[in-house]
């Protein structure tokens, strides 16, 4: 007979069995998956051939859009959004033969979103992390806590991410932050805004500055010396990064995407209003998340309170949030979401009223798939709840200090009045 013990290890096994399971699944079902690991592939070949694999996407997607209204449903071919950089390391895998970086890359892939759920679940508090050991399996296959199918996409953010992440997570434990910062280096060389990462030591630990402005001087110096190391190249990729906006509306579920996407649907220009708004939006909220790191080194906030807070506000902070940067938040807002529901009743209902909500937002987001065209809602809803969660788990943060620094209060007083009465006895005597 099984223990209650017993059932809370058999059963996650059992569940992590059956998501490991539904990948292969998946793919006989629908092979419509790794559209972007495809992408990375055809710039290899591209490369091979001696051509220039922004120029043949950018030829691609043009004659795709110019005969769109003869495939109005297929979907739009898929363009090499990184800088020039990286291209040095697509050469250099295409020298060995496919099926080594092919199967490789998989591997590393799939390590990548495993090490993002180790890690999640490193920071949940012990008691409750058997009730999140039911979750963890199927965290991939929700990002932002919403139904997605971003995992089978292969993109390269759950590597970088993975990276990242246990580098940050090795400085939360041992005060060693040299590898985040050049986990976060590497990250940049792809996808520029992931330097807004290096608020993550600058929000965790004191005197990372003047480290962090270093790698994000030398972050942006890689970035814009391109232009005159390969011109050709680096105008073809700015052609293609804008076509990501103009043709596929990759406008992401942050707040200025959000803003963009809104303004490119009414028939306005979207790119300074955007980069306007979204400075308006990050400056305060980076104001407010060092407002509440200094709580956490004050000791009024835990490390293991602080960090789902802390990630969700720095995620917020990059300028284009796609659901791959989502992703590796998805434990993280059900954690904020359960201790915000933890915090006003008791466990039991936390439980069922953190299960019904959950259920029901993603009931919704199945209902409208079908209509949501470009993921219009989608996108809305995860920005939403994003921002949302954020501001709960922030506010839930502040109570908590509160609570803390009345209980330091009530404790001191005791210590007082405790030393008033030992001198009235000694003054007696």
């Not at 793919?27 to 070949?45: E, P, Q, S």
């Not at 092919?102 to 990548?112: D, E, P």
């Not at 391109?226 to 990729?237: A, D, E, T």
């Not at 943060?397 to 001191?412: C, D, I």
Request: aromatic share 16%; proline share 5%; net charge neutral.
């Amino acid at each position: 007979m099984l223990t209650r013990p017993h059932v809370y290890k058999l059963i996650p096994l059992i569940f992590w069995i059956l998501a490991i399971a539904t990948v292969p699944i998946w793919c006989i079902f629908d092979t419509h998956y790794g559209w972007d690991a495809k992408v990375y592939l055809n710039t290899i070949h591209s490369l091979q051939a001696g051509h220039d694999p922004y120029a043949d996407g950018i030829a691609a997607q043009t004659v795709f859009h110019a005969q769109l209204a003869l495939h109005p449903h297929d979907p739009a071919p898929l363009t090499y959004i990184y800088s020039p950089l990286t291209l040095l390391l697509l050469r250099a895998i295409g020298s060995f033969p496919p099926a080594v970086y092919i199967w490789g890359y998989w591997l590393i892939y799939a390590t990548g979103a495993l090490v993002l759920i180790w890690v999640s679940m490193q920071v949940i508090d012990p008691q409750v992390r058997r009730y999140f050991a039911f979750l963890a399996p199927a965290a991939v296959f929700f990002p932002g806590l919403l139904q997605k199918e971003t995992i089978m996409s292969g993109n390269i953010a759950y590597i970088l991410y993975g990276l990242v992440f246990v580098s940050a997570f090795l400085g939360w434990r041992r005060g060693r932050w040299l590898w985040l910062y050049l986990a976060v280096l590497v990250a940049s060389c792809f996808k520029i805004p992931m330097l807004s990462l290096l608020t993550i030591p600058v929000l965790s630990a004191q005197k990372q500055w003047l480290r962090a402005s270093i790698t994000a001087a030398i972050g942006v110096s890689l970035f814009v010396m391109q232009y005159w190391i390969w011109p050709s190249y680096f105008r073809n990729f700015l052609h293609a990064l804008e076509l990501e906006f103009s043709y596929n509306h990759a406008f992401g579920v942050g707040p200025a995407g959000l803003f963009g996407n809104t303004l490119f649907n009414a028939g306005h220009a979207y790119s300074t209003p955007s980069v306007i708004f979204y400075v308006i939006f990050a400056l305060p909220l980076f104001g407010f998340l060092f407002y509440l790191s200094r709580l956490f080194f004050d000791g009024k906030i835990s490390l293991e309170q602080w960090i789902p807070v802390m990630l969700t506000g720095v995620i917020l902070l990059n300028p284009r949030i796609l659901e791959y940067d989502v992703s590796p938040l998805s434990l993280f807002m059900a954690l904020i979401f359960w201790r915000v529901i933890a915090s006003f009743t008791s466990t039991a209902r936390a439980i069922l009223l953190c299960s019904l909500s959950f259920i029901a937002i993603n009931a919704a987001i199945i209902c409208i798939n079908g209509k949501d065209i470009d993921c219009y809602y989608w996108k809305h809803i995860d920005g939403l709840l994003l921002i949302g969660l954020f501001t709960a788990g922030s506010w839930n943060l502040l109570w908590q200090a509160r609570q803390a620094s009345y209980n330091y209060a009530a404790l001191a007083e005791e210590e007082y009045s405790a030393g008033e009465e030992d001198s009235i006895h000694i003054s007696h005597a």
